[in-house]
């Protein structure tokens, strides 16, 4: 069993449609999560980051960590056709010094 | 967010040759960054562990001596790809972690090496 694990989509909505994207992972030590965008040929970008479990929203995305199931969401609303790209969950450990573990993304298309 | 910087984003080089990316953390300090390679339509995949003033640890499978790390301060870190062949060609991104707090991570835009 990996890791981490993502479905690699590919997620087609239109636009306005609320998007929940997911990750399952096994290794109950995992205590910061999380989730990166990256567009085609560009360095994945950082999106939300929580700690623990519970629920943290910033603008149109809320992240969502349920450590009891080691299931993490991220959820658009409204998406646009700018949110298209690759959704990628990322978690570690601990503090110092230790790699995040990255899911293997999926892909967000978002029509017009 | 935070600022990471890479240099150059584009490189092409012969055979043989070696070609140096720059990775800068523009605004905070970091005293680990990060070289990830990425194939098209792959994950991320992670080359290294580079801590300042200390030697990088690699990945299993990672050449160490092919791919020469130094970390010499505390927003620079450079990847030296030495003797590039073809399939050295891949999309290289770096990542600066946050010295403080959370310890969040944020990504270059990536360099993209073509070797001929």
């Known amino acids: 069993q990996k890791e981490v694990e993502q479905d690699p989509g590919p997620l087609s909505v239109p636009e306005g449609a609320i998007v929940s994207l997911n990750c399952t992972y096994s290794?109950?030590?995992?205590?910061?999560f999380m989730w990166y965008r990256q567009y085609s040929r560009k360095g994945p970008e950082l999106l939300m980051y929580?700690?623990?479990?519970g629920n943290k929203e910033d603008g149109r995305f809320t992240a969502q960590v349920d450590k009891s199931s080691k299931y993490i969401s991220l959820f658009i609303r409204d998406s646009q056709p700018s949110d298209s790209a690759t959704y990628l969950c990322a978690m570690r450990r601990g503090q110092a010094g230790t790699a995040l573990i990255f899911g293997k993304g999926t892909t967000l298309s978002v029509s017009s | 967010g935070a600022v990471v910087s890479q240099h150059p984003s584009r490189v092409i080089c012969k055979s043989g040759t070696s070609v140096k990316i720059e990775c800068r953390s523009l605004?905070?300090?970091?005293?680990?960054m990060f070289w990830y390679r990425q194939f098209p339509k792959k994950s991320l995949m992670l080359m290294a562990t580079s801590n300042e003033g200390s030697k990088a640890t690699y990945e299993q499978g990672v050449e160490k001596d092919k791919f020469l790390i130094n970390h010499a301060s505390l927003t620079l870190s450079t990847l030296t790809v030495t003797s590039a062949h073809p399939e050295d060609s891949s999309f290289y991104i770096c990542?600066?972690?946050?010295?403080?707090?959370?310890?969040?991570?944020?990504f270059g835009p990536g360099t993209r090496l073509t070797v001929t």
């Open positions: 990542s600066a972690r946050v010295l403080a707090g959370f310890g969040e991570q944020y």
């Open positions: 605004d905070f300090q970091a005293t680990t």
């Open positions: 929580t700690y623990s479990s």
């Open positions: 290794n109950s030590a995992f205590q910061y």
